[in-house]
């Protein structure tokens, strides 16, 4: 998606502080990606600040620290990864029993991980931090003013 930045350069203070009021009525981003090998599409959408930061709470855990070190915080960034495509995706519902009955498994986190190979895994991550805003890059309007 290409943004023609050159029409935000000159906002005035307002202009922005009105978008910023409305910011929550902007649109979710979101993403249909195919998985070739199974033939269905996924489609993703961009979750909150608010949800990441639980499913990085629910994936820490703490680590005792050796001879008298402080304990550390620790994230297990596998689990949080598969938590948050599970989080991110709108289509299919991976919170299915009939799923879950066939794979053997207790939930949808380690449902994706027994039916995806680990690359369409890392392709799935990758849309859902893009759709998060973790992949975009900032333009810079000062160049375009010159």
């Known amino acids: 998606m290409s943004l023609d930045i050159k029409q935000y350069a000159n906002m005035t203070d307002n202009q922005i502080l009105d ?3 409305n ?3 902007a649109p979710i981003p979101e ?3 195919l998985i070739k090998r199974l033939g ?3 489609t993703l959408k961009g979750i909150s600040q608010k949800k990441i930061a ?3 709470n629910r994936y820490t855990r703490t680590v005792k620290g050796r001879k008298g070190a402080p304990d550390t915080k620790e994230v297990d960034s596998e689990e949080f990864v598969l938590a948050l495509i599970v989080e991110s995706t709108i289509k299919p519902n991976f919170n299915n029993e009939e799923l879950f009955n066939k794979y053997k498994v207790s939930g949808p986190v380690e449902l994706i991980s027994r039916i995806f ?3 369409e895994l890392e392709q799935l991550s ?3 931090y893009e759709l998060c805003g973790y992949e975009d890059e900032f333009e810079e309007i000062e ?3 010159n």
């Open 143 to 145: 160049n375009l003013k």
């Open 31 to 33: 993403k249909t990606v």
């Open 23 to 25: 910011a929550d009525e």
């Open 126 to 128: 990758e849309v859902a």
């Open 54 to 56: 639980k499913l990085r």
């Open 117 to 119: 190979l680990p690359g």
């Open 19 to 21: 978008k910023l009021l």
């Open 40 to 42: 269905i599409p996924i």
